[in-house]
């Protein structure tokens, strides 16, 4: 089943069930639930399945599941939709507002999550009706925000099996109807970094005698950045931004210890596995020049979400057979963070944008991890529509080429 036949047999099933996805969003979007903390989001989705005649599996850790559609014969296309929300506020004055305080579904993963629930529920018919050649597993990721989710999933073996795997997320810079898509990074790697100075503290009439822990502070702020846009290639989008400094309590006092905290983002994969050792080489040779000792505690995050070619064109030819040719709209790169990067380090696939701006003139652009954040729900009809065609067309192209083999695990930093 390809072309017309796809796409008149999703907008038979959109049209018979528009009304219960907009109500199942809704209902997420009322009772939204943080990282690892997705009960009931989770019990909810599991009951849908099960009503479908899908077995799905809680993840070991209690929320999230996993739900394979299909024969385990063919190759298998993994869709991932992430269920948590955000700790901020639902500032929005409408009927379906958070009634959890201070959770909100601020980045649409309400809408992932019922754009996944809904191509599975499409993809159970036809695998019923045997037009499925081989297996679409779903994931229902908990915790992309904090983020933990992805590899929680990788553990329990959510990638066993796995070809390829897609991901929608909502994009309020686009209009309903579009598609953004982008080979390569499409979002960065994002970490924390915190240095901890700590040295001879004393009166400010003498700083010879001790090791100006403000004044070195300031240097490991100015010169830290400078220095790595000299030892990092520029293409790789480094970029090391501070968010906090805390040192001292008096003005004629010397700190004996003092702290700089901040974020690196980064388009590149090797420059992200080198970062935390080029990192702390800098800092000890800026630290050391002043007389203190230097402790770097980085934390990582994501890696950079780096699109695999033949998976973008899987995902554009599936926007063309369903929405039309102009769907698919190439979208720039971010320097936010998406831990859907963590499957990207297993096997090959990529995340596509899902535009969920109304095309009115007159609607207020409601940018993602803002209390006033919303969607124009129609954006639910076009990710099933693009979901469904990307495991369909993903199945077609690995049955036709036999391209089933996984690419080789990476390590995971």
Known sequence: MQGRDLREQLTAFLARNERALVDFRRDLHMHPELAFAEHRTTQRLAERLRAAGLAPKRLPQGTGLICDIGSEDGPTIALRGDIDALPLTDEKDVAYRSTVPGAAHACGHDVHTTVLLATGLFLAQQARAGALPGRVRLIFQPAEELPGGAREVIDAGGLDGVDRIFALHADPRLLV?????????ITAACDQVLVRLSGEGGHTARPHLTADL????????????????????PRAGFSLVWGRVSAG?????????????????????DAWHAAPDLIEELVDSVATAYGA?????YRRGVPPTINEDSSVQILRDACDQVLGSDAAASTPQSLGGEDFAWYLEHVPGALARLGTHSPSSAAPMLDLHRGTFDVDERAIGVGVQVMAASALTGLWECARTGSG????????A
């Open 214 to 233: 403000v004044y070195a502070l300031g240097k490991i702020v100015t010169e830290l950045p400078a220095a790595l846009s000299r030892r990092v290639d």
């Open 177 to 185: 109807g579009q598609v953004g898509l982008r080979t390569g990074p």
């Open 249 to 269: 309590s008096a003005p004629n006092a010397i700190p004996d210890d003092g702290v700089v905290e901040g974020t690196v983002r980064c388009l590149d994969d």
């Open 293 to 297: 000792t230097a402790e770097v505690d």
């Open 405 to 412: 083999d996984q690419i080789e695990d990476a390590a995971l």
